[in-house]
């Protein structure tokens, strides 16, 4: 005698075990690589305030030592203390024929950064305490 059948194959319906298990290995390869993209933008983000923030105090130091006569070269943060360095040079030679006394004098000044070598040569207006 034949059993009766509970289940006929047409009937059942759903997902086996195998095409479960398949798609979440699917779904946790995309979350993972989504997540790695995720973390790489987020260190890149960090990474260029750091940046951003380290070359708007070099922008405010050298706009210091265009305008001051004694150039006070802003407060650095802590970590480009010991990188940054700012010095005047010699002033430059005046002009070999002037036909006005002058009150203002072109003189060099250097901004130097340890870590990365970079040293950034640039003038300024230096106005002398008595004219020549």
Same mark, same amino acid.
């Given at each position: 005698?034949?059993?009766?059948?509970?289940?006929?194959?047409?009937?059942?319906?759903?997902?086996?075990?195998?095409?479960? =298990?398949?798609?979440? #290995?699917?779904?946790?390869?995309?979350?993972?690589?989504?997540?790695?993209?995720?973390?790489?933008?987020?260190?890149?983000?960090?990474?260029?305030?750091?940046? +951003?923030?380290?070359?708007?105090? =070099?922008?405010?130091?050298?706009?210091?030592?265009?305008?001051?006569?004694?150039?006070?070269?802003?407060?650095?943060?802590?970590?480009?203390? +010991?990188?940054?360095?700012?010095?005047?040079?010699?002033?430059?030679?005046?002009?070999?024929?002037?036909?006005?006394?002058?009150?203002? #004098?072109?003189?060099?000044?250097?901004?130097?950064?340890?870590?990365?070598?970079?040293?950034?040569?640039?003038?300024?207006?230096?106005? +002398?305490?008595?004219?020549?």
């Amino acid at each position: 005698m034949n059993a009766p059948q509970i289940f006929n194959k047409k009937t059942i319906t759903g997902f086996t075990l195998l095409e479960i =298990l398949i798609a979440l #290995v699917i779904v946790g390869m995309a979350l993972g690589t989504i997540f790695s993209l995720l973390a790489g933008s987020k260190r890149l983000a960090f990474s260029a305030a750091e940046h +951003l923030q380290e070359s708007l105090f =070099l922008r405010a130091a050298i706009n210091a030592g265009q305008v001051l006569e004694k150039p006070e070269y802003p407060e650095y943060p802590n970590a480009f203390r +010991l990188r940054v360095s700012g010095e005047p040079e010699d002033v430059l030679e005046p002009p070999e024929r002037q036909t006005q006394k002058i009150q203002f #004098v072109l003189e060099p000044f250097i901004i130097t950064d340890s870590d990365s070598g970079l040293r950034l040569e640039s003038l300024r207006w230096k106005k +002398l305490t008595a004219t020549q």
